[in-house]
T-cell receptor
Framework: QKEVEQDPGPLSVPEGAIVSLNCTYS??????FMWYRQYSRKGPELLMY????GNKEDGRFTAQVDKSSKYISLFIRDSQPSDSATYLC????????????FGTGTRLTVIP | DADVTQTPRNRITKTGKRIMLECSQT?????MYWYRQDPGLGLRLIYY???????NKGEISDGYSVSRQAQAKFSLSLESAIPNQTALYFC??????????FGPGTRLTVL
């Protein structure tokens, strides 16, 4: 069983839609939760970062963590074609370089 | 200028050849990493270095070696390339245990 499970999609939505991207995990030791965005032929870039249960908002993006259910989500409001990318969740367990576990990514396309 | 740069951006090579991928960073981070990305497998850690004199194996180090030439430079070598090393390779840096800052990647094809 993988440490982090993420639906690969692809996910296609019309412009202006609300997008929900999700990851589940099995290890309750994960402490920090991140979302990366990766455009085609580019490296992943850090989008959102949180370390507690609840919601964190940044513009059109909201990261949600439910530690009791071992479930994290990224919501995108008023989605734009420029949001078309692959979104990867990443979870941090404790300390050390081997402590970061990535989901496989969900490919999102926002159709104008 | 980009904070993390990688050269080359694309490389096609033949089985058995030795190749080197290079990474430079201007973020001033001590920690540097090499990852590979494969469809359906996500990002996997190959090697990492916390400072110039520190080199550590990651999850999938077999067939690879690294050199940390300076705080800002970290290179990855494939001693004898094989087709299943065809992948996207990313260099990354960090200031601590949490976020990683990735370079633009090298697309490597081994024929």
């Amino acid at each position: 069983q993988k440490e982090v499970e993420q639906d690969p999609g692809p996910l296609s939505v019309p412009e202006g839609a609300i997008v929900s991207l999700n990851c589940t995990y099995s290890n309750s030791a994960f402490q920090y939760f991140m979302w990366y965005r990766q455009y085609s032929r580019k490296g992943p870039e850090l989008l959102m970062y949180t370390y507690s249960s609840g919601n964190k908002e940044d513009g059109r993006f909201t990261a949600q963590v439910d530690k009791s259910s071992k479930y994290i989500s990224l919501f995108i409001r008023d989605s734009q074609p420029s949001d078309s990318a692959t979104y990867l969740c990443a979870l941090v367990e404790g300390t050390g370089a081997n402590n970061l576990f990535f989901g496989t990514g969900t490919r999102l396309t926002v159709i104008p | 200028d980009a904070d993390v740069t990688q050269t080359p951006r694309n490389r096609i090579t033949k089985t058995g050849k030795r190749i080197m991928l290079e990474c430079s960073q201007t973020k001033g981070h001590d920690r540097m990493y090499w990852y590979r990305q494969d469809p359906g497998l996500g990002l996997r850690l190959i090697y990492y270095s916390f400072d110039v004199k520190d080199i550590n194996k990651g999850e999938i180090s077999d067939g690879y070696s690294v050199s940390r030439q300076a705080q800002a430079k970290f290179s990855l070598s494939l001693e004898s390339a094989i087709p299943n090393q065809t992948a996207l390779y990313f260099c990354a840096t960090s200031a601590d245990d949490r976020g990683r800052y990735f370079g633009p990647g090298t697309r490597l094809t081994v024929l």
